[in-house]
């Protein structure tokens, strides 16, 4: 039965890892990289997996055409602002500088300390903190919405994935509620 | 179109409508009740977090829908704006056969003697509306008691010295702490408190036809696998359905109560699933909407006698909204606490909640709920940063080592924090929409503090390395624990219904929810709602003598 569920868990979960990057609904190939160079800025692979291994850009281009529709605009505008204002601050694409640049420009976006005039209406942190979010939802949430690929953040937590209804502690001999999980 | 006559509408499948429903069919009424949601399952969002009753960035799981419902909300500085059913200020419960009850964390608390009793137990507090209840404690006794045995509570009958006197035991024993709660027991104990396992509507053993509870990780938010969670979707719903009396609606949207020019209601009208108009009449009418949609449709329901709404003549409808300023604080620990034993909540100490120096009222503390992956992101002490490898590194060290102790501050009621109907509004389908405004009472805040502070000392006692306060008790009130909007009270001018929940010169309307609650408790708020259920269909079934119900 445990083996049978973790099929269908891979299963369930193979066309978000699998998704080649030329196939977007949304997102041009250019606000894709620059999505995965932010969101990996967010959550950077060390000896776990990183956002990029996460394959949140999935999250991303998938709830862009679903659930986030209406953040659509607010995404097209706000990555080419992020594009102009790395140009103007540092001479270069967000993804063409160094990592610690990267970071030290996310940091003053956060603040919203980066030059105004780059940024339209866009409003610099509250567009920070909603990247930032919805990064966070794509790498710890279900992998059905496209991100949190083969369980990554699941296992980085070690706590049990796929979670197999109760296959892990239920034992029908026993109706014992207080049974401690093995 | 016009359905059948039938005794009773009940309009609202949740906690109290659910209980209403089944006193009154099985009582041999013909009953519709009308639910605006579905019947809902497991397997629609299992355990996805994304789409959990605590988390919803995308939509409810357990609705309502973005697409049809709307409310307006006015910030604090007076402007308003539209908000969808999954965005915070929407206030939600839930819209789905057994409401809230599905998904909830299933406390069981029954509020202690004093809660009905506030304005004799504290005196007046400036600003509020605080008051008795017209009902005692003891008066409700017997109800909890139905609603223990009849929906099904685990608990320790004895465990909680401060608790309320109760006649019978519950029926099934109480959850073993895991080993958060058994840390905190201890530590409570060295602290001279009284700790003991928190009351659950959830099976601990077989009862009821259904199985025990085998204590996933998630629980709160989540509909049951297995049906362990006791719900009235699963106990006394079923029960009216078997009894052959009542019908089920789902998807219906009620729009208004008729009431006719001797003042008394005749049905109501509303919309089936297909958006066709439909008129049902009956002899009784029931409103268990939860405290903002009660409000939302007594105030939409305007006759020649109640011009502002159905109960208003004294501007009373949608006053004292109220829910709970939830506090405590969070400690990072050396060890490992977290076991997998869910759902996480088993432990509390009832030592804060009334009979503290220069404290109105007080709340239960108790360990909380497991925190899932993506919320834990924002369980944070003062000054972490949100990202980058800091992020990462909190993650991975803390997420089994964080307790967090917090309760339910008991909220000081005032007029102003109220629900009214939007002038433009409206829904999808033209129905005005409620709108939410006002403030919590500003003692709350300090009630917060208080009981953040105690959290932080039992935290500290049990060797947290590290602890943090979250302090709530400001903005408006409302949310899942939402109550107070059509209190009851022996005076028509400063109540909305008599103490068996009729609104006041409307013999056959009845208001069956937590909106009846004067002030709502230091405790999660369902039990009572249940008993309220069952004390109100209990009345209207044993005095009712056919035809339309009149005391006159």
């Known amino acids: 039965m445990r083996q049978l569920c973790y099929t269908c868990g891979s299963i369930a979960i193979l066309p978000a890892c699998t998704a080649k990057y030329s196939t977007w609904r949304f997102l041009t190939d250019d606000e894709a990289k620059l999505l995965i160079a932010i969101s990996e800025q967010f959550i950077p692979a060390d000896k776990d997996p990183g956002a990029t291994d996460a394959k949140v850009v999935n999250f991303f281009d998938k709830q862009l055409v679903g659930y986030y529709k209406k953040h659509q605009e607010t995404y097209r505008k706000g990555l080419q602002s992020i594009d102009a204002s790395a140009i103007n601050t540092f001479h270069k694409r967000f993804i063409d500088l160094e990592w610690d640049q990267q970071t030290k420009f996310l940091e003053s976006m956060e603040v919203g300390k980066l030059p105004k005039e780059d940024w339209g209406e866009i409003n610099q942190s509250s567009l920070f903190r909603m990247l930032l979010d919805h990064t966070m939802q794509a790498f710890y949430g279900s992998p059905r919405h496209g991100g949190n690929c083969n369980y990554v953040s699941f296992k980085m937590l070690k706590i049990d994935y796929p979670h197999v209804i109760g296959q892990n502690r239920y034992n029908s001999n026993s109706m014992d509620p207080n049974q401690k999980a093995s | ?552």
């Open chain 2, 1 to 552: 179109m016009n359905d059948n006559h039938v005794n009773a509408i009940v309009i609202g499948a949740g906690a109290g409508g659910g209980v209403v429903a089944k006193e009154l069919a099985v009582a041999g009424l013909t009953v519709v009740l009308f639910e605006r949601g579905d019947w809902v399952t497991y397997d629609a969002h299992n355990d996805d977090e994304l789409m959990s009753q605590r988390t919803h960035p995308f939509e409810n799981p357990f609705g309502p829908d973005n697409k049809r419902h709307r409310r307006v909300f006015v910030e604090s500085d007076g402007t308003p704006r539209i908000v969808l059913p999954h965005e915070y200020p929407f206030s939600n419960n839930a819209a789905c056969v057994g409401s809230g009850t599905v998904s909830y964390g299933a406390m069981a608390w029954r509020f202690m003697e004093k809660d009905f009793l506030m304005k004799s137990s504290y005196g007046h507090v400036e600003g509020s509306t605080l008051e008795d209840w017209p009902i005692a404690y003891q008066d409700l006794e017997p109800y909890y008691e139905k609603a223990e045995w009849e929906i099904g509570v685990s608990g320790d009958h004895n465990g909680n010295p401060f608790q309320s006197p109760r006649r019978k035991p519950y029926p099934m024993p109480a959850f073993a702490y895991n080993r958060d709660g058994q840390m905190l027991h201890d530590a409570a104990e060295k602290l001279g408190l009284h700790p003991f396992p928190i009351p659950m509507l959830r099976n601990s053993v077989r009862y009821n036809g259904r199985p025990a509870c085998y204590r996933m990780r998630t629980c709160v938010g989540f509909a049951c696998p297995v049906n362990a969670k006791c719900g009235t979707h699963n106990t006394v719903i079923p029960v009216a359905l078997e009894s052959g009396n009542c019908e089920l609606r789902t998807n219906c949207q009620v729009a208004e109560v008729m009431v006719n020019d001797k003042g008394l209601a005749t049905g109501v009208k509303y919309f089936d699933e297909n958006d066709k108009g439909h008129i049902q009449t009956a002899d009784i009418v029931v409103i268990s909407c939860a405290a903002v949609e009660t409000a939302r449709l007594l105030l939409n329901s305007k006759s020649k006698l109640f011009p502002h709404g159905a109960g208003n003549n004294y501007d009373w409808v949608g006053r004292n909204l109220q829910g709970h300023a939830y506090t405590g604080a969070s400690g990072i620990f050396e060890e490992e606490i977290y076991d997998d034993v869910g759902p996480g909540a088993c432990w509390a100490v009832g030592d804060f909640n009334h009979d503290n120096e220069g404290i109105i009222g007080g709340g239960a503390l108790c360990n909380s709920f497991f925190t899932p992956p993506y919320a834990f992101t924002r369980l944070r002490p003062p000054g972490a940063k949100q990202w980058g490898l800091e992020h990462k590194e909190f993650q991975r060290k803390n997420y089994k080592r964080i307790s967090s102790v917090r309760g339910p501050f008991q909220e000081i009621p005032n007029f102003d924090a109220r629900v009214t109907v939007d002038p433009e509004v409206k829904d999808h389908w033209g129905i005005p929409v409620a709108r939410l405004s006002g403030q919590r009472h500003a003692y709350d805040r300090i009630g917060c503090q208080f009981m953040a502070d105690r959290a932080e000392e039992i935290l500290k006692e049990a060797g947290a390395a590290l602890t943090w306060q979250a302090v709530g008790g400001r903005g408006l009130s409302g949310d899942q624990h939402q109550s107070g909007t059509a209190r009851m009270g022996d005076d028509p001018q400063t109540s909305v219904t008599d103490k068996y929940g009729r609104i006041h010169e409307i013999d056959n309307l009845f208001v069956a929810d937590g909106s009846l609650h004067v002030t709502n408790g230091g405790f999660n708020p369902v039990l009572t709602i249940m008993a309220l259920g069952f004390y109100i269909g209990e009345y209207i079934a044993t005095s009712w003598k056919g035809g339309t119900f009149t005391t006159r």
